[in-house]
């Protein structure tokens, strides 16, 4: 079954702490990327990478990082998480960069106290 | 600019009606045009996308884009409760040369009365 997967589901951490969330897809896609989505803001990318060891910063990049050293996996760092991160994120991914054929993880719900 | 803007809802509608959901945007340079469903907890679903102009019909889901308005629209004949989701719109541009991303409207929360 075509689909991405996302660990954890749900993670309660504290100011500070460095966590990764990984995500993984069976799709052998190129593009990949992450997004926040917060309530009355909408779905806001955070990074994306068009391949292997090319990734670039969407729209709000502070304060993560991400890594694409193969092609089906492209993990989200938060170095030191701040309650600010508290959201909910999905990774994605599609064949093509134009994203027309995007497919979305089940979601991380983090809260940083 | 890559805004993109939807009404939030909620759209209240009975079951067998005829839904309209629309977005608007400023950005001329975008051709990729999609409609994603996302029910309450889970990822968005993509249902229809759309490059440049023109109809696409999938089932009881339409697709329209109007890109001399800058208005795309999706919608559902026959409306069912399962139906009931918020809808995103989402649009890219593409230029060869790297990868704008997908802009989101911030989704139309739809609900069909039984």
């Known amino acids: 079954e075509a689909q991405v997967t996302q660990n954890p589901r749900y993670l309660i951490t504290v100011t500070g702490k460095k966590l990764t969330v990984t995500c993984s897809q069976n799709m052998n896609h190129e593009y990949m990327s992450w997004y926040r989505q917060d309530p009355g803001l909408g779905l806001r990318q955070i990074y994306y990478s068009m391949n292997v060891e090319v990734t670039d910063k969407g729209d709000v990049p502070e304060g993560y990082k991400v890594s694409r050293k193969e092609k089906r996996n492209f993990p989200l760092i938060l170095e030191s998480p701040s309650p600010n991160q508290t959201s909910l994120y999905f990774c994605?991914?599609?064949?093509?960069?134009?994203?027309?054929?995007?497919?979305f993880g089940p979601g991380t719900r983090l809260l940083v106290l | 600019q890559k805004e993109v803007e939807q009404d939030p809802g909620p759209l209240s509608v009975p079951e067998g009606a005829i839904v309209s959901l629309n977005c608007t945007y400023s950005?001329?340079?975008?051709?990729?045009f999609m409609w994603y469903r996302q029910y309450s907890r889970k990822g968005p679903e993509l249902l229809m996308y759309?490059?440049?102009?023109g109809n696409k019909e999938d089932g009881r889901f339409t697709a329209q884009v109007d890109k001399s308005s800058k208005y795309i629209s999706l919608f559902i004949r026959d409306s069912q409760p399962s139906d009931s989701a918020t809808y995103l719109c989402a649009m890219s541009s593409y230029s060869g040369g790297g990868a704008d991303g997908l802009t989101f409207g911030k989704g139309t929360h739809l609900i069909i009365q039984p």
């Open positions: 950005n001329s340079a975008f051709q990729y």
């Open positions: 759309t490059y440049s102009s």
């Open positions: 994605a991914s599609s064949l093509s960069v134009a994203g027309e054929t995007q497919y």
